[in-house]
């Protein structure tokens, strides 16, 4: 078997409903009280009364680029890259740091 990188991305698109003085409050809502976490679903820290949301259950998913990846010993453990970028390690890390 062979392994692959497929970028992928997950798109939620639907629309909050804010109770606001104007459009740059009701941007600034959104963009600091609203939001999504994987597995929690969308949340706000505003009241209840001042938001409320119309957003799909299921995302459009979107695949982009197929990339075949390639094992290489690094350290006696398999490293997997993918074209010419090699996936760093912790080790490498560390190095760059110092």
């Given amino acids: 078997m062979k392994e692959y990188v497929i ?3 997950f798109v939620f698109e ?4 804010i109770y606001a003085d104007d459009k740059r409050q009701a941007r600034e809502y959104i963009e600091k009280h609203c939001g999504m976490v994987i597995g ?5 820290t505003l009241p209840d009364e001042t938001v409320d949301w119309d957003f799909p259950m299921h995302p459009e998913k979107r695949i982009g680029r197929i990339k075949k990846t390639r094992k290489v010993i690094y350290k ?4 997997y890259c993918s074209d010419k970028k090699k996936r760093r390690t912790n080790d490498d890390r560390k190095k760059n740091e110092s």
């Fill in 40 to 44: 929690r679903g969308f949340h706000s």
């Fill in 14 to 17: 639907g629309e909050f409903f």
């Fill in 76 to 79: 006696g453990f398999p490293v």
């Fill in 7 to 9: 970028k992928t991305q």
